[in-house]
């Protein structure tokens, strides 16, 4: 795939740690693949892995909060060498400031940003877009996961990045907090055109919010399948459940061969 046209490209990406008495433990093996830039779209894509197979290691790279010890990452055909707010990494457990406020949360990451000028205009809109109207003055209480969530979001939003990745951040909400927040992805990917890279455990949840879903193994990790699912051609037909079953069939198989099934999530 020509560069230029790959949103994010990752080429051989190689992963190990050395722990005490020099034990090698490779995590990630040989990673590569790309998510297309689609001029004036959003998208969700996921990548589904078995526990502890090496999501948030991935992640991390991919923002630069962590190195690859060999291969590359490209973001809009140009190699992505250091964190510059292009990408955003938003953590299993979301973050918040607790002595701040709702406002004040994305402001301050604004301010450290040197993004002043219309500082007022941008919180009051991603505020609503993440459905945090009248909670401005708000304290977020350290366990409410998915009002943090929803901060992290707001802050990611504010400085327009290009990708905004997920690691894994709602097997820690309850279901109804799972499904309003799924609405609010697919709503800031088809309505607002903002990019998200999701890792998850979660076949059921991928296949909600995907348009694009990579299966990745463990010890060491591995892409070893893709999937495209063309939701859009598919809505208000009778062929739409049907769809998803074969393809969380196909899901669950793949995972078989790997011998992977027993630590893949299949409900919301």
Same mark, same amino acid.
């Given at each position: 795939?020509?560069?230029?046209?790959?949103?994010?490209?990752?080429?051989?990406?190689?992963?190990?740690?050395?722990?005490?008495?020099? *034990?090698?433990?490779?995590?990630?093996?040989?990673?590569?693949?790309?998510?297309?830039?689609?001029?004036?779209?959003?998208?969700?894509?996921?990548?589904?892995?078995?526990?502890?197979?090496?999501?948030?290691?991935?992640?991390?790279? *991919?923002?630069?909060?962590?190195?690859?010890?060999?291969?590359?990452?490209?973001?809009?055909?140009?190699?992505?060498?250091?964190?510059?707010?292009?990408?955003?990494?938003?953590?299993?457990?979301?973050?918040?400031?607790?002595?701040?406020?709702?406002?004040?949360?994305?402001?301050?990451?604004?301010?450290?940003?040197?993004?002043?000028?219309?500082?007022?205009?941008?919180?009051?809109?991603?505020?609503?877009?993440?459905?945090?109207?009248?909670?401005?003055?708000?304290?977020?209480?350290?366990?409410?996961?998915?009002?943090?969530?929803?901060?992290?979001?707001?802050?990611?939003?504010?400085?327009?990045?290009?990708?905004?990745?997920?690691?894994?951040?709602?097997?820690?909400?309850?279901?109804?907090?799972?499904?309003?927040?799924?609405?609010?992805?697919?709503?800031?990917?088809?309505?607002?055109?903002?990019?998200?890279?999701?890792?998850?455990?979660?076949?059921?949840?991928?296949?909600?919010?995907?348009?694009?879903?990579?299966?990745?193994?463990?010890?060491?990790?591995?892409?070893?399948?893709?999937?495209?699912?063309?939701?859009?051609?598919?809505?208000?037909?009778?062929?739409?459940?049907?769809?998803?079953?074969?393809?969380?069939?196909?899901?669950?198989?793949?995972?078989?061969?790997?011998?992977?099934?027993?630590?893949?999530?299949?409900?919301?």
């Amino acid at each position: 795939m020509n560069l230029s046209k790959a949103l994010l490209e990752l080429t051989n990406i190689k992963k190990q740690y050395i722990h005490v008495g020099g *034990i090698v433990h490779p995590v990630l093996e040989d990673i590569s693949f790309n998510i297309p830039n689609s001029q004036n779209e959003g998208s969700v894509t996921s990548v589904i892995a078995p526990l502890s197979a090496g999501k948030s290691t991935l992640l991390k790279i *991919i923002s630069r909060i962590e190195r690859e010890d060999e291969g590359s990452v490209f973001l809009c055909g140009e190699k992505y060498t250091e964190p510059c707010g292009k990408i955003v990494y938003i953590p299993e457990r979301p973050s918040s400031y607790p002595w701040l406020n709702t406002a004040d949360n994305v402001k301050f990451i604004l301010d450290s940003l040197g993004l002043k000028e219309t500082i007022d205009e941008t919180v009051n809109h991603v505020i609503t877009l993440c459905g945090l109207n009248g909670y401005e003055g708000h304290i977020p209480h350290n366990k409410s996961y998915g009002f943090r969530f929803r901060i992290s979001l707001a802050r990611a939003l504010a400085i327009k990045p290009k990708l905004i990745l997920l690691d894994d951040c709602f097997k820690i909400m309850d279901s109804e907090t799972k499904l309003e927040i799924y609405s609010l992805l697919l709503h800031l990917s088809h309505k607002e055109k903002f990019k998200f890279l999701l890792a998850t455990t979660n076949i059921q949840e991928a296949l909600k919010l995907s348009g694009k879903i990579f299966l990745m193994s463990a010890s060491p990790a591995k892409i070893f399948e893709q999937y495209e699912i063309e939701i859009e051609s598919l809505k208000g037909s009778l062929l739409l459940k049907s769809k998803l079953v074969e393809l969380r069939r196909d899901i669950e198989n793949s995972f078989r061969k790997e011998n992977v099934i027993q630590t893949i999530t299949f409900s919301i």
